[in-house]
């Protein structure tokens, strides 16, 4: 069975930083692109970052450019989100997504395979 699971939210203040972690129990994890993407109360989920599956290239949201980083250690079946200069409109829910479809800049969440069950980030002002 494949299991997605974050960790790394919490609460901190604007301007801080937060590492999200999501730890794959996917046997093919090398093969699968992933994807980050976050949700704030009332709204739509909304794409942030995905990295190829070889890590060889990334793509991000222009919400997030220049301040969050997407990697992956695929000798650990894991992908990190480095979320650096945060503020307040960044509060969400954010989720890690495994994607067979090769390629970045997918923001469809309907491409993604399998999803975690998120992990909320809140940013004080």
């Known amino acids: 069975q494949v299991q997605l699971v974050e960790s790394g939210g919490g609460l901190v203040q604007a301007g801080g930083s937060l590492r999200l972690s999501c730890a794959a129990a996917l046997r093919t994890f090398s093969t699968y692109a992933m994807g980050w993407f976050r949700q704030a109360p009332g709204k739509e989920r909304e794409f942030v970052a995905d990295i190829l599956s070889s890590g060889g290239a990334t793509y991000y949201a222009d919400s997030v450019k220049g301040r969050f980083t997407v990697s992956r250690d695929n000798t650990k079946n894991t992908v990190y989100l480095q979320m650096n200069s945060l503020k307040p409109e960044d509060t969400a829910v954010y989720f890690c997504?495994?994607?067979?479809?090769?390629?970045?800049?997918?923001?469809?969440?309907?491409?993604?395979?399998?999803w975690g069950q998120g992990t909320q980030v809140t940013v004080s002002s």
């Open positions: 997504a495994a994607r067979a479809r090769s390629g970045v800049g997918i923001r469809r969440p309907s491409e993604y395979n399998y």
